[in-house]
């Protein structure tokens, strides 16, 4: 029998912090009621709230110099549903998890579909892979895929693709995301405007495919591996290829993918404008990682991203409806901690980002008082939400303090003797 957290366990902990939480949780009510918030209604949103987690993510990462497997590793999907499970049994988070193939292929979908349902997670966005090669392939992708000069290779791609879609049916989802590591290393490697032509034409014949009701998610990246141009380098350059494909295609900021500096929540903003904000990949980067834990590093960015997604649900911007999910690589630390760190960072921000009293913020801006709007603005994030996000877990029967519970569980401890090492130290981010 595979071991889960027993939901006692979760009681118990509670149980033993709960005077204290209650105490927590009614001054942080008593003072945002002098702001005339409602801390319960703020609650009631945080608990609605959810972002997925990566089935990559479970298992642990590396660089391009070597990974160290940790103990207990997820060996196949099935693993990493328990893990994503777990990570949404102790933060009521994460309810659904999204899939990566060809990592994630089995021969039985339908088992999947049922396996996960009985752990009580969903699926999300199915990911396509196009950027490595896998055992067995006919043709490589080391100088391209969906945008590779050679049109035998462009339909090995496309066909991928469309069998991710095909897949994603079986499981439930509802949109597709689509990374290429396309680009050039050199200058005059490759003809700029005709690779995006080709990748135009290869996204063009996946469009074609999706279902009703389904949408694919364009994800840009600045650079790595192609490191002189990328063909998918900006959100312009994804909003371009959207806005020629039609109404499904969108764009997917990931926090990561962007140079030192940008304006990110700028971009989303016009993103929004343009009614393709097709969601987000939650981390955070310094210097070449741009798979960091979300939150570890710019606190401050996330909540002024969420500042803007509060902005477009209030202001009920047209066609707005992200997908929201975590996508990061754990090199040194247990990969579920991260997630469920990461996670409550989420929600975090989206609490800080409720309590900003829009209707002063306007008054202020328009009234061009530049230090009264920014203190206003600002008031969010100073404020320690954390009493709402336990309230959150605990009302929805998570854990008011998950990471602790899960180490009083030992569950990395069960799952090294359900879970043999099958393999040492590699190279690879993944």
């Avoid at 389904?214 to 312009?236: M, N, Q």
């Avoid at 904000?277 to 798979?291: E, V």
Wanted: aromatic share 8%.
């Amino acid at each position: 029998m595979s071991y889960r957290i027993p939901d006692a366990l979760i009681g118990e902990a509670n149980a033993k912090v709960a005077a204290a939480h209650d105490e927590d949780y009614g001054a942080l009510g008593r003072r945002l009621k002098r702001s005339s918030v409602d801390i319960d209604a703020v609650t009631a949103k945080v608990a609605a709230f959810a972002v997925a987690v990566p089935t990559w993510g479970v298992g642990t990462g590396g660089t391009r110099f070597a990974r160290f497997p940790g103990p207990g590793e997820p060996r196949g999907i099935f693993d990493k549903l328990e893990d994503c499970a777990t990570i949404q049994q102790l933060t009521r988070a994460t309810p659904t998890c999204s899939p990566h193939f060809p990592w994630d292929k089995v021969s039985d979908y339908r088992e999947l579909a049922e396996r996960a349902k009985a752990l009580g997670v969903g699926f999300d966005a199915v990911n396509s892979n196009t950027f490595q090669d896998e055992p067995g392939q006919n043709l490589s992708y080391k100088f391209g895929s969906l945008s590779h000069s050679e049109k035998a290779v462009r339909d090995q791609a496309v066909a991928h693709n469309v069998e991710c879609i095909e897949i994603g049916e079986k499981l439930g989802s509802k949109a597709l995301t689509v990374w290429i590591a396309d680009g050039s290393n050199f200058p005059g490697q490759s003809n700029l405007n005709r690779v995006f032509d080709w990748y135009l034409e290869s996204l063009s014949a996946i469009y074609t495919r999706l279902p009703a009701r389904w949408r694919v998610f364009l994800e840009h990246k600045l650079c790595e591996p192609a490191f002189y141009s990328t063909v998918i380098s900006d959100w312009g350059t994804s909003l371009m290829a959207a806005e020629a494909l039609g109404p499904k295609a969108s764009c997917l900021v990931d926090l990561g993918h962007h140079a030192p500096n940008v304006n990110i929540e700028q971009i989303i903003a016009r993103l929004i404008r343009a009614g393709r904000l097709a969601g987000f990949h939650f981390n955070d980067s310094k210097y070449g990682d741009d798979d960091l834990d979300t939150g570890s590093i710019d606190p401050f960015r996330l909540y002024r991203v969420f500042n803007e997604l509060v902005d477009a649900g209030v202001r009920g911007a047209p066609g707005f409806d992200p997908a929201y999910m975590l996508d990061q690589s754990h090199n040194v630390t247990d990969p579920i901690e991260s997630l469920m760190v990461s996670a409550m960072e989420v929600q975090r921000a989206y609490a800080q980002a409720l309590l900003i009293d829009r209707a002063a913020l306007e008054v202020a801006q328009e009234g061009n008082d530049v230090m009264l709007a920014h203190r206003i603005f600002k008031a969010g994030f100073v404020t320690d939400v954390s009493p709402i996000l336990a309230a959150a877990r605990r009302r929805g029967g998570g854990a008011i303090d998950p990471i602790a519970v899960y180490r009083a569980s030992k569950y990395r401890a069960h799952k090294a003797k359900e879970r043999p090492a099958v393999a040492g130290s590699s190279s690879g981010i993944v």
